[in-house]
T-cell receptor, first 110, second 115 residues
Framework: GEDVEQSLFLSVREGDSSVINCTYT??????LYWYKQEPGAGLQLLTY?????DMKQDQRLTVLLNKKDKHLSLRIADTQTGDSAIYFC??????????FGSGTQLTVLP | NAGVMQNPRHLVRRRGQEARLRCSPM?????VYWYRQLPEEGLKFMVY????????ESGMPKERFSAEFPKEGPSILRIQQVVRGDSAAYFC?????????????FGPGTRLTVL
């Protein structure tokens, strides 16, 4: 089955850029997603990219997709303390279900 | 337009009891997905349902777990004879299932604690 890997932790200083990385094994996914989860809360869809795109920008968020290397990244510009959360990458499976990475805990230091 | 609703938000059960988790999809959505999140882990797919049909239950444990999405009312995830290892957050997501409409919208989750 699909395997999705993320590093567990990332710390950045307020105002710096954050880059959260994700690698995956199955290249057949049509859409690739980034979700944000704050403590005790559900998942909030931040952005997604269609598999035939290389890059997508949405305000402070930039998604890069390297299909050759099966690598997805999320860059958050001008990171704020409110961005502290767990970030999950997710891919669509064969029957619309999502396969999630284990999440990256982003900590923004003042 | 209310989002995906789940209740209860927190559920405490003793070993051997039954847990019933409810999910009301967004208005107009007929597709429901259940995911489980164990502590310190990502979400794992359990089951995908449309009204009165189970489409994919490949992530569902073979015993004690069942799910339904009746014609009327919420989707129900039922766990019989709960064990401590069932303690987790259970998330429901919904979509409208239309071709080209791929987004899943998540509810706030039910946090199940088995004592």
């Amino acid at each position: 089955g699909e395997d999705v890997e993320q590093s567990l932790f990332l710390s950045v200083r307020e105002g710096d850029s954050s880059v959260i990385n994700c690698t995956y094994t199955d290249s057949s996914s049509t859409y690739l997603y980034w979700y944000k989860q704050e403590p005790g809360a559900g998942l909030q869809l931040l952005t997604y990219i269609f598999s035939n795109m290389d890059m997508k920008q949405d305000q402070r968020l930039t998604v890069l997709l390297n299909k050759k290397d099966k690598h997805l990244s999320l860059r958050i510009a001008d990171t704020q303390t409110g961005d502290s959360a767990i970030y999950f990458c997710a891919l669509t499976g064969s029957a619309r279900q999502l396969t999630f990475g284990s999440g990256t805990q982003l900590t923004v230091l003042p | 337009n209310a989002g995906v609703m789940q209740n209860p938000r927190h559920l405490v059960r003793r070993r051997g009891q039954e847990a019933r988790l409810r999910c009301s999809p967004m208005k107009g959505h007929s597709h429901v997905y259940w995911y489980r999140q164990l502590p310190e882990e990502g979400l794992k797919f359990m089951v995908y349902l449309q009204k009165e049909n189970i489409i994919d239950e490949s992530g569902m444990p073979k015993e004690r777990f069942s799910a339904e999405f009746p014609k009327e009312g919420p989707s129900i995830l039922r766990i019989q004879q709960v064990v401590r290892g069932d303690s987790a957050a259970y998330f429901c997501a919904s979509s409208n299932g239309l071709a080209g409409d791929h987004e899943q919208f998540f509810g706030p989750g039910t946090r199940l604690t088995v004592l």
